[in-house]
């Protein structure tokens, strides 16, 4: 009997720079660390070097401040240029403790609009990447391209659990990968049907590849995760949706929005 | 250089019954699966297999439903003996979709407080372990006692990530590992330092090991993770506070119980 087992490799790079070519220094960076790629890899990207090779590093001093922006900031005690990136991205503002806001963006519920101020240059904040799953597809296709594999990409930022502290990784784009793992109609132990289970699996990679990832100065963009598991399923037709729940179904942004949005 | 890797062991056993030896059945298990058990490895456990060889299934025509439990069932269109059963765990009922309420237990924010219907026997449902850090106390010492090896426990339950699909790990009680990781003080790529970056290792171990355990009858109810980083605290001295964040602070939390609780 094989047992499956997961690997997760760590791949380490140069500082990457917002001219780099990011596909080429993965690949690069894969065989400096003694690896090839091969069918049937995750490979787990951290959104920040998406944001910073797609130029998405955004001055302070050049955002204009609306209106409505300086009125949020006040309402919300937080930095009115942040808030007006926020707004900039066409993200809901749901609000929370000062400088740390729920957002809905992308239709995933996530802090200031996954727009950060560490890992940014001084002076600035690094936007997300403008539109995830795109990058992501755009990933696979020039890895496919240059070494003729085919591999899921999951691009990671960072969530929370809550009422945990710290950190976990939250996918916010994907290709090549169905991002859930259906149990309906399976059978538990004690062969009751389920309803409704169904396993988070792109989350559940992500978190598992920030373990390597680290949020400080690690150098490990890039996490190869390499298993075999036949109920995944590896897929060139996704979508964002896929991975979304029904808010209003959503055990604690129901909540929320029941306040929220009447 | 040697690049750190992460290992996520699999170790399926037999049918686990209520008057088994958990323990004994791990380390035999290990053995069956070509493994050994080694000084710093992290053995996540399911929560299911715990409360049942603690004898914590409950008959469901045992439960006495009191009048609260009616009111609140009719309220919230959910099942009165599951209400009961969160009201005797001593869970705060915040809320939610029929079915599905968002609780507080042990300070956890979580569904149904970790009260079970699936995999558990007809008829029943399956409680959480009453106390899962003294769960995770007393396995951790009786593999010391055994084997000689000083591991980590982290009893995993399912949880949601906030507007996505499935279910992902959570830890409801741990032994012998600091739960989270520190970078307060530390640098980011730019030299920033950061303010209060922190990550939620043992949330983002507990969802590594839920790939491998799935949700179904795979039998996998242990995971071994092995990696070293240098980052992660093995101590004795850990209190379930350590993993949990103010829910007034929470980017969550602090949305839904400013409704609630005022």
Redesign the interface.
Known sequence: VV????????I?TQ?IKEDDDLVEILLHSVSL??QTIRDGDIIVIAS?VISLTEKRKKAINEVKISEKAKQLAELHKTDPVLIQLIIDENAEI????PG???T?WH???C?NACIDA?????GCYMLPPKDPMASAHRIKEEIKSVVGKDVAIIIADS????????????AIGFAGIK???N?IG?????G?V?RV?????I???A??A???M????E?IPFVIVR?E?T?IEFTQNVHLE????P??????????LT??RK
């Open positions: 047992f499956v087992r997961i690997e997760l490799l760590p380490k500082l660390n003694g920040t749901i609000g929370g403790p740390f806001l729920l809905i239709g995933i519920p802090i560490t890992n940014a240059p001084l969530g929370v659990v809550p009422g945990k502290r710290g950190t976990i990784g939250i991002p859930i793992k149990y399976k059978k538990d132990l004690y009751n389920f289970t169904q396993q988070n699996i989350d559940l990679v978190s598992s920030e373990l390597l680290g949020e400080a100065d150098r298993f598991d109920n896929d991975m979304l729940f808010l209003d179904k959503c055990i604690f942004m129901s909540n929320i306040k929220k």
